[in-house]
């Protein structure tokens, strides 16, 4: 991933204000209206009434609203989070009592292209989602021909570019920021243990060039498959290596937590380290074993805000993730105070070096698409987790 220049300021202090007077101004004063509800046709009406509006494939055209579609899997086996960031979409609307946009959903899982022409005949000028990379893959060209960008909660770098822009977290930047911490208390020597898997490999990329800027060494690398035990067979080819300063687990709870005893057991002042995928874990703080862990993730305090709001709303906890769904509305309001009715949208404002801020604190957007994200680096402690590197708060130019 290209690293993107620039220092972190304090300049973006006042927007974060704004992203949290959002949350906290409709936690008691606005009504909820439930679950997003997915597109319909509505029958076209006689001719003979003046006032009916003009229909496009089924949906009557707004001149109030901006038109964005949402991408997301409603049915199958990813509904669920599908869901989830359905509802923080409308959730995001309600809380900034945004007049100018209208949200319409469409189910991925029934056909991503199918979903995304649909959108697009509808008037769609921007598509937030899709959700998955390989539903990238299909919508992006579509939207691209038809000069509509694509806000992805991907977080597959390689579907980046051409119109098609990703808000997932990457797993390169959250290595690269808790090595750049361990590096910061002394650390030099690393090992690193990931999984034979696609995002094991760009773990183990992410890891070997963190570790070079840092100007530490990797003195072991170990990858392992997800059968049983193989986790110990990793560290077992890695104990002839030891000791060391600090060893990543670029997987999640479960997997980390089997393998910590054994690392310990090799190099008992080992720190360990883990990417972004531990904060995703809701069982990451009960994990005994990793107990002094450091991670780098996106900041939760806005996040466990939300999280109280959308139950509230929803009767449900939200997944993690539909937070995204959330700062990505609150993107299109920002931009949406100066986007011109029933025009393109402003794609050029996606690349605004001063970025955006949200549930998740600070991003931008680069050249490749990518959003470069302000993280913070927890700690594991006594069951819960402790921030010991707060974010910076926003980008300089």
């Known amino acids: 991933m290209e690293r993107r220049g620039g220092r972190l300021r304090a300049g973006m202090g006042r927007v974060t204000a704004v992203a949290a007077a959002m949350l906290l101004a409709a936690c008691s004063t606005i009504v909820p209206r439930g679950p997003v509800q997915q597109s319909r046709p509505e029958p076209t009406r006689p001719e003979t009434r003046p006032t009916q509006p003009e229909v496009a494939q089924g949906l009557p055209r707004d001149n109030e609203r901006h038109r964005v579609a949402l991408l997301v899997p409603l049915?199958?086996?990813?509904?669920?989070?599908?869901?989830?960031?359905?509802?923080a979409t409308q959730l995001a609307l309600l809380d900034t009592r945004n007049q100018q946009v209208r949200i319409t959903s469409y189910d991925t899982a029934t056909g991503a292209g199918a979903a995304a022409q649909r959108a697009i005949a509808d008037g769609a000028q921007l598509i937030l989602g899709p959700l998955l990379a390989d539903d990238v893959r299909v919508v992006g060209p579509i939207a691209r021909a038809?000069?509509?960008?694509?806000?992805?909660?991907?977080?597959?770098?390689?579907?980046?570019?051409?119109?098609?822009?990703?808000?997932?977290?990457a797993p390169a930047q959250a290595i690269e920021r808790v090595v750049a911490y361990a590096s910061g208390k002394g650390i030099s020597n690393f090992g690193g243990l990931v999984p034979n898997a696609l995002?094991?490999?760009?773990?183990?990329?992410?890891?070997l060039r963190a570790v070079?800027?840092?100007?530490?060494?990797?003195?072991?690398?170990?990858t392992y498959d997800r059968g049983s035990g193989a986790v110990a067979g990793a560290v077992q080819r890695m104990a002839k290596d030891a000791p060391f300063g600090a060893v990543l687990i670029a997987d999640g709870a479960a997997q980390a937590n089997a393998?910590?005893?054994?690392?310990?057991?090799?190099?008992?002042?080992?720190?360990l380290l883990g990417t972004e995928l531990w904060n995703s874990d809701n069982n990451i703080a009960t994990a005994t074993a990793?107990?002094?862990?450091?991670?780098?993730?996106?900041?939760?305090?806005?996040y466990r805000q939300y999280a109280r709001n959308y139950r509230t709303r929803f009767g449900t906890s939200p997944y993690r993730l539909s937070s995204l769904?959330?700062?990505?509305?609150?993107?299109?309001?920002?931009?949406a105070r100066d986007w011109q009715t029933n025009t393109r949208f402003p794609e050029a404002r996606l690349r605004d070096a001063d970025g955006f801020v949200g549930i998740d604190g600070a991003f931008r957007f680069g050249r490749d698409g990518v959003a470069e994200r302000a993280l913070e680096v927890q700690e594991i402690r006594g069951n819960t987790t402790v921030t010991v590197s707060a974010a910076p708060v926003g980008f300089g130019k």
């Open 75 to 87: 049915s199958g086996a990813n509904a669920g989070v599908g869901r989830s960031l359905a509802n």
């Open 146 to 169: 038809a000069g509509v960008p694509v806000l992805s909660y991907s977080n597959d770098v390689s579907v980046a570019g051409n119109g098609a822009y990703l808000l997932g977290y």
């Open 199 to 207: 995002y094991g490999s760009r773990a183990s990329t992410a890891f």
């Open 212 to 222: 070079e800027q840092a100007g530490g060494r990797v003195t072991s690398l170990q």
């Open 259 to 271: 393998a910590a005893p054994l690392l310990r057991r090799a190099s008992p002042s080992t720190q």
């Open 290 to 302: 990793l107990n002094g862990a450091w991670f780098a993730s996106v900041p939760n305090a806005m």
């Open 325 to 335: 769904g959330y700062d990505s509305v609150l993107l299109v309001v920002r931009i």
